[in-house]
C-alpha cells in the first residue's frame, strides 16, 4: 500500500500540526521511513510527536517543537485542554446514539503487538484504564458512521473498544473488521485500510487563542460510505464536538 505526501495543517513556533496519510507510521525504528522523520526533515530539528496514529491510520498528528511545548501539552492533556475527535466506520451493531466505552486495556496475551480490551481491574499484561466516548452520525444497514473521542491514550483504543462493543472497523481485520462488505445487490465494496480518521483537534494553550483545527474525511473513507448508501455529508458532523465530560 503506498502512501500520498504528508502536508503541514499548522506550523508556528511551538507546534506542528500534520496531516498523516495512510501507508506510513508514525515513528518508526531504525531510522526506517516515518512521519517523525518527514516532519522532523521539514523543520531540521528532533520533534516530540505528541499523538500517534496507526499505519493505516489517517489525519492529524501533533509534533512539539519545544520543551515548552511539550510540557503544555502535557498539562493540556490532564486538564482536558487537548481533545480530537476521529470519524469511523464501523458495523452495524450499536443500539444506542450515543453512550462511552470504558473498558480497560491490555496486551493481548497471543499476539504483544495487538491489544485486548479486559474488566477494569482484571489482571493481564500492562492493564490500562481507557475511555472512548462515542456518537453514531448515521446509521446505514451494513455499516454505521461514528464519532468517536478518546479521554484516554491508549495503542489501539478506539480499534479495540469498537471490536469489544460489537462493532469492529470496517478494514480493521486484526481486530475482527471486515476487508470486504458484500450488498444484497451482489455488489462488494473493499476496505483497504482501517476505516478510521482523526478528523478534529482543539488545543488550550496559555496566553494564545485555543488551537482548532479540522481534517475532512478523505477520499477513501468517503467512496466506501457512498459506496455503502452513505451520505458524505453525514461524515461532517453539525457542530463543533462537545467537550470532554
Known amino acids: 500500500m503506498s502512501a500520498d505526501a504528508p502536508w503541514i495543517v499548522h506550523e508556528d513556533s511551538e507546534l506542528l500540526v500534520v496531516h498523516k496519510p495512510c501507508g506510513i507510521p508514525t515513528t518508526a ?3 526506517r521511513p516515518c512521519l517523525t522523520a518527514w516532519a522532523e526533515a521539514h523543520r531540521g530539528t528532533q520533534l ?9 491510520v489517517t489525519g492529524l ?38 453512550g462511552e466505552w470504558t473498558r480497560s486495556i491490555a496486551i493481548d496475551p497471543r499476539d504483544r503487538r495487538l491489544r485486548v ?13 481507557a475511555r472512548t466516548l462515542f456518537e453514531v452520525l448515521s446509521r446505514r444497514p451494513l455499516a454505521h458512521a461514528l464519532w468517536l473521542r478518546p479521554q484516554t491514550g491508549r495503542t489501539h483504543q478506539l480499534r479495540v473498544h469498537a471490536a469489544d462493543a460489537g462493532a469492529p472497523l470496517l478494514g480493521d481485520v486484526r481486530y475482527g473488521g471486515p476487508g470486504r462488505v458484500a ?18 483537534l482543539h488545543l488550550a494553550r496559555p496566553g494564545v ?3 482548532e483545527l479540522r481534517a475532512p474525511a478523505p477520499g477513501d473513507l468517503r467512496q466506501v460510505w457512498a459506496a455503502l448508501g452513505g451520505d458524505p455529508a453525514s ?11
Open 29 to 31: 525504528p531504525g531510522g
Open 48 to 56: 516530540h510527536p505528541t499523538s500517534r496514529l496507526d499505519a493505516e
Open 61 to 98: 498528528v501533533t509534533f512539539a517543537i519545544t520543551k515548552r511545548a511539550i510540557q503544555g501539552l502535557l498539562a493540556a492533556r490532564r486538564t482536558g485542554g487537548y481533545r480530537r475527535g476521529y470519524l469511523a466506520l464501523a458495523t452495524p451493531a450499536i443500539g444506542e446514539d450515543e
Open 117 to 129: 480490551a479486559v474488566d477494569p481491574g482484571a489482571r493481564g499484561q500492562r492493564v490500562q484504564a
Open 183 to 200: 450488498q444484497e445487490d451482489g455488489r462488494v465494496v473493499r476496505c483497504a485500510r482501517v476505516m478510521l480518521h482523526c478528523a478534529w
Open 209 to 211: 487563542e485555543p488551537l
Open 235 to 245: 461524515l461532517e458532523p453539525a457542530a463543533d464536538p462537545a467537550p470532554q465530560r
